[in-house]
């Protein structure tokens, strides 16, 4: 089959000899999910990035009450394809799905989570949050999708029952989840992999990040989050603007922001547009969710940090976050 070059390229440099595995396989992953779940008129989204996706129709058959119960009808149902390199981020998106339940979020229709298959709904028109054109109407439409996303993580918030064992499912749950600590404590690779320093990466600005994060992380506000929420992940549908591909991520909520601020991505020479950017939409986040302009700039430079070391590492452009969060640390 033939695969877009850049796909190919950030499976491999993502996930090594597993990735270049998963890519052979990929064509019979494909036959299985297909066969599996009865689908037809397969075609691959243009943007390939982390996971193989596609739209597809699904045939679903109406059985007659008759006896032998034989098929009376067949109904066809647009819906997506999402097959991904099994790995404990995938595995935390399933979960987060099957919680969410459509709420705020596409539906998950089925999974597999042995084979990395996700079957969801396929959201209608699917217009991407980026492509409207008034920030300020496309932050407030953020603001209250992402808040829709959010569950508290107190006993009988993520599971109603009242069974005995009610409070050891919970914690099981919650292991599914990535936690977001887990996430930052990839920073302190940085200064073993540059021998002690810390390379291209500004000491000054990851020495100040590294001082704040104990502060951010004593937050009590601590829910399941998206985690990659942006312009690029909230569609437009029939239910309203929804959210896709949640990593499903435990920790303060004030992190949700932290990808919103720095998409969608800008020309290397628009950065005086990007500050005023900047400052309009924490206007508009401390308006509506109450929280500190100075803890806003601060969750979006760690994040914009922490970006930089994510895209070095996958071989990919982590300058631009990496100048996002210059521009962010020096805002008042």
Known sequence: MNLPPDFIKTIQNVFGEEGREWLTQLPDLIAHASERWGLTEMQSVPNLSYNFVAFAKRENVTLSEAKGLTPSSVTSQDVVLKIGVPNNELKSEMAALGLFDGNGVCQLLDCDEERGFFLLERLKPGTMLAELKDDDERTHIAVDAMSRLWRPLEFGSLLPSVHQQAAELQNGILQRFIRLSDWFD??????????????????ELLERVESFLPELFADENVKLMHGDFHHFNILLSERGWLAIDPKGV???????????????????????????????????????????????????????????????????????????AKILSELK
């Open 186 to 203: 990839g920073l302190k690779n940085i200064r073993p992999h540059f021998n002690g320093g810390t390379g291209p990466f500004p000491r």
């Open 250 to 324: 435990v920790g303060p909520v004030m992190y949700e922001i932290g990808p919103l601020m720095l998409n969608p991505r800008r020309s290397y020479t628009d950065w005086s547009r990007f500050k005023l950017q900047t400052e309009r939409r924490i206007r508009i986040l401390s308006e509506r969710l109450g929280w500190e302009r100075e803890k806003i700039i601060k969750w979006a430079t760690a994040h914009a940090v922490l970006s930089a070391w994510w895209d070095f590492q996958d071989g990919m452009d982590w300058e631009y976050s990496m100048y996002c």
